[in-house]
């Protein structure tokens, strides 16, 4: 498996606070690792467990010799578990926790340290997550529980209680851009708008410019365009993309319609995220009501929660009666 493990510049602080802990002896039994997506959490748990689980680290860094760090760079290391959701969007399930943490229970198999990384822990349903209660109440003798979250308010308020908090925010703007820029090779003007798209996540921006997600976002984009002038409609459109990862689409959908909000909040210029689509977006926010775009950002937010925890959502109609919606805001 192939693991992101990295610190990434802007969360040099957080990592020295850690690193400090555990040196003198006073890391807790969970870490919650909360923030906005896209901004290097999981790859912070990785790099804090492989840390942990190095026989001779070095100021603060693994030592990349020992048996270990060996067993991490193959790319399998017994003691450091991930839990991920089968597919981006889908729930983390009851069986899928009670395996792993069952190993966390058993004796570390390398000595010392046994780690878990759960990502996104809020996609854990109700029965996973009261599984894992149980771990975080009886946490067995040198493990580690790593719950990476970017949506806190859907974890349950128990575990939450149950970790120590730490709190991830974006970098700043200056920031993200120049080190956008460099990592992918643009120029100042062009990060800039990919990361307005990514709402500021620099890693969100690097998975929209690197994978298909610029495509999916443009056909979405047009598609709801053209849902607006009658060219489509709500179930043609959700015909066409309902196989497509739904979660994006959803975000983005929350993302416009932030920039909906702010265009209607009267300021003179508002920053918008999506400055591609100004158009659409200011003929909307003249004709829309108010009351029914809040009314769809409820919507879209529960549609995201109920795609993260339902088994199988009716993804068609999911998107239909979003659409339906969307086209009556400015009926
Ligand atoms: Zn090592």
Redesign the pocket.
């Known amino acids: 498996m192939n693991v992101d493990e990295q610190i990434y510049p802007w969360l040099a602080e957080q990592w020295a606070h850690l690193v400090e802990q555990n040196a003198k002896g006073r890391l807790p039994h969970a870490l919650l690792l909360s923030g906005p997506a896209g901004v290097g959490k999981a790859a912070f748990g990785a790099a804090l467990a492989h840390l942990l689980l ?4 070095l100021e603060g860094k ?5 048996r ?2 060996e067993l991490i760079a193959s790319g399998h290391h017994p003691d450091r578990l991930f839990l991920r959701p089968e597919e981006p969007g889908k729930p983390i399930r009851v069986d899928q926790v009670r395996e792993l943490t069952n190993i966390l229970h058993s004796t570390a198999q390398q000595g010392g340290y046994r780690i878990m990384i759960m990502d996104p822990a809020e996609a854990m349903n109700v029965a996973a997550a009261n599984a894992l209660l149980k771990t975080l109440e009886e946490p067995g003798q040198d493990t580690l529980l790593i719950l990476v979250c970017h949506q806190l308010g859907q974890l349950m308020p128990t575990i939450r209680s149950r970790c120590q908090r730490m709190e991830f925010s974006l970098p700043s703007p200056d920031q993200s851009r120049g080190w956008l820029a460099q990592q992918l090779d643009l120029n100042e003007d062009e990060a800039e708008k990919l990361l307005a798209i990514a709402q500021g996540a620099p890693l969100g921006a690097v998975s929209l410019k690197q994978g298909e997600l610029l495509d999916l976002r443009r056909n979405f984009m047009s598609g709801l365009a053209d849902v607006l002038r009658d060219r489509t409609d709500a179930i043609s459109l959700a015909q066409k993309l309902h196989k497509e990862e739904l979660i994006h689409l959803l975000d983005w959908w929350l993302s416009l319609l932030a920039d909906l909000v702010r265009l209607q909040s009267g300021a003179p210029n508002p920053d918008l995220n999506n400055v591609d689509m100004t158009k659409m977006l200011s003929a909307v926010a003249n004709r829309a009501d108010r009351v029914r775009i809040f009314t769809l950002v409820d919507r879209v937010q529960d549609e995201r929660k109920s795609l993260m925890l339902r088994h199988n959502p009716n993804r068609q109609l999911l998107l239909e009666k979003l659409l339906f919606d969307w086209r009556a805001l400015i009926r």
């Open positions: 190095c026989h001779q680290p693994p030592c990349g010799r020992c270990s760090c």
